[in-house]
């Protein structure tokens, strides 16, 4: 049989609540910096709940030079920025690859939020006279991949996933399976989601919104804090990153995807077991081999029990010494970026031998007790990392990263 | 590689909800378009393609559907049809997952405008829970595999207009690769008075009182449509050992992108072009019968699509007949490209396409052979179906029968 075309992550560029790019977001996640602080994008005087994950003092014109960047919502600008400084970070030279050889696969919950609330707004105040061509043309969530291709000038393989909050996990999943077959070069893949006030008035309402932190995994936990922000990796064949003598972060090892079938909203075990166990067969590992879980951990009382129950299960007696912590923590819960955030994380844990903390962890659940790295980033090798994410509608993706050492061809 | 074979296929649109009577009422150039339902002064004159009388309760039962929306019920719907017509039992379900994966532009409008609104009107506090969990986009995927008890892959597509063509092709990725061994694919797109209006306000439409005219010298645009449909797709494996009966075969999926600046004229690269060209492979265009394309009447899209096809059948473009099912159906949207399919498959297996609803005076300058009028006698086996959205997605599935 044919042997695989192996696969590798080259870049990576991150918009996010407590930095923008690798370096910075790297260094705030590994000093354990939150990025929460009270809503600003809308008011929130008539919630119970106030804070939010918001990426601060972003300015799209940085980064939206080609598109008129009001053409377009903020899911575009924080994917554009990010898809730039992953491909900066990659060192890909645009102007050397077929463009039609280049694919874009993002993930999102939302899209682009921003055009249907000035709808209902204008439909509320009886201007429905006001509602122009921007609602269909900017608000139907793909245009988030095809602004990217449309600004960047790629010309390849252009969807968007939008699998909710597991939806960064699935595009880059997408990607790699791309790459496999054959039928792309280079993949930018992630996910981004602007903060909403759908999204933010659905969490309050469904009683998940923590009041003042977020804290996976503690006894004490109170819920999610809605965040905003944009991940895209680079992907290629690890041939074609060798002849161009790029960094590698990782190798895309495996993935597994399933569905819980059960209920929208509750988290159950059953579907996560089997995306894990599906990943770790699809890259060939045994659960001892992983050296680091990236958590779904939206610090709501009942995902983070369920997600305990799931890795014990998978992972059987390793479970104890696998490190398994939540950037949710820092960044809170950001959506259909929020497992392409994750993936950085878990690329740059693989590259760098560090994991990132899980803030806020005060006094861990005896429900919740792996070794959920408290508070402070540890140094370890991490020769595979895995990551996790759960999404409504049941839709469970797991995905595992893997050492690449420079030996690896 | 394993192979993909189609078992079953499941739809419901405005012209029915059996592939044979929607291709015999396609064949006989019936259409679906009524008068608006969705009240609101914006709609007087404009005609829709809906679902008369929709009642999911006829196909899913008594069960409680309250936790779904019309997007909800329009998959469940396609989803049971296309189960029982492949024959996933539910027994067979409980030994053997199966998936789904759903091509939509915009998930449920309805839902998400509501949900909006009235926390805008009303206040936080009356924003309904249940409502939220299916302001996802990806909602009616996890409630269709919610009611079917559909344990494998579950994902959603977005391409805009090439959502469901898209779907059918990203789900056939996963079984050739082995990542999955049975997924229900489609699309589905309901009809909103959030939709409506944008398609209006876009300038998408038709003149009211007038029909769309795809490769129409005088196509003027579309009339806004819903549906939902889907393939039961399957390792052709899997399909021997259980007996079941294959009506088709995906061949090969192609997909690309074009800018905004380069959708905004009719010639200049053409990525839809080059898709069909990479699903047609190394064969080429030979052996391919008909063409099944997603033009609707807009005056930009279908010269582009024209473009792509007669470039990429090159010598062969003028003795292979074009069709849509869009001037009779509508813009579908998410739904377009599976319902493209299904009919394309019904085509070939009764050896008669269905022409091109509205066209009476066929664009020249596009050098296709477009079925006009009445519909054409076929005797191929393989057939290619084409998808296009506004923002520059692109994609061509190759289809055949035995």
Known sequence: MESL???VVTGVGVVTSIGVGREVFWRHLLEGQSGISPVGSFDTSRFQVHLGGEVKAFRPEESVKHLPPESMGRGSHLAIAA????????????????????GVSMGTTSGEPKW??????????????????????????????????????????????????????YAVAHAFDTIRCGDADVMLAGGSDPFSRITYTGFARLGAIAPERCQPFDKHRRGMIPGEGAAVLVIEPLARARARGARVYAELAGYGLSCDASHMTAPQSDGPVRAMQAALKDAGLAPHQISYISAHGTGTPTNDRVETLAVKQVFGEAAS?????????????????????????????????????????????PEC????????????TVEAAMNNAYAFGGNNASMIFRKCSDSDT | MSEVVITGVGLVCALGDQSSRVHEALCAGEDGFDPSPIPGAEFEGYRV???????????LGAKNLRPLDRTGRLVAVAAELALADSGWSVDRRRAQDVGLVLGTAFGSTKTIGEFDRRAMQEGPEYASPLDFANTVISAAAGQGAIW?????????????????????????????????????????EELSFELLLGYVRAGLSCAPGDVPRPFDRRRSGGILGEGAGFLALEESELARSRNARVIGRVEAFGAGYDSRATMAAANGPNALRAAITRALGSAGPQGVGAVMSSASGHPLLDAREAVAIRDALGDRADLVPVTTIKGNLGETQGAGGALQTMVMLESLRARRL???GGLEQPDERFGLDFVTGAPRSIDVTRALVTALAREGNACALVVSVD
């Open chain 1, 369 to 380: 007790d792996l070794d959920c790295v408290p508070g402070k980033a540890r140094r370890a």
């Open chain 1, 83 to 102: 898809a730039r400084l992953a491909i900066e970070d990659a060192g890909l030279k645009t102007d050397d690859i077929d463009p039609m050889r280049v």
């Open chain 1, 5 to 7: 075309t192996r696969v």
């Open chain 2, 148 to 188: 079917h008890h559909l344990r494998g892959v579950n994902s959603t597509i977005s391409t805009g207009l090439a959502s469901g063509l898209h779907a059918i092709g990203y789900a056939s990725q996963l079984i050739r690769s082995g990542r999955a061994t049975a997924l229900l694919a489609g699309g589905a």
């Open chain 1, 321 to 365: 010494s696998v490190p398994m912590s939540s950037i949710k923590s820092m960044l809170g819960h950001t959506m259909g970026a929020a497992s392409a955030i994750e993936a950085v994380a878990c690329a740059l844990a693989v590259w760098d031998d560090h994991i990132p903390p899980t803030i806020n962890l005060d006094e861990p659940d």
């Open chain 1, 116 to 169: 249907i609330e000035q709808f209902d707004d204008r439909e509320l105040a009886g201007k429905r006279d006001d509602i122009g061509e921007e609602f269909l043309n900017r608000y139907p969530c793909h245009v988030l991949a095809a602004n990217v291709a449309s600004e960047l000038g790629f010309r390849g393989v252009n969807l968007v996933i939008p699998t909710a909050c597991a939806a960064g996990n």
């Open chain 2, 49 to 59: 393609s809906a679902i008369r009388e929709f009642d999911p309760r006829h196909y």
């Open chain 2, 354 to 356: 269905p022409p091109v």
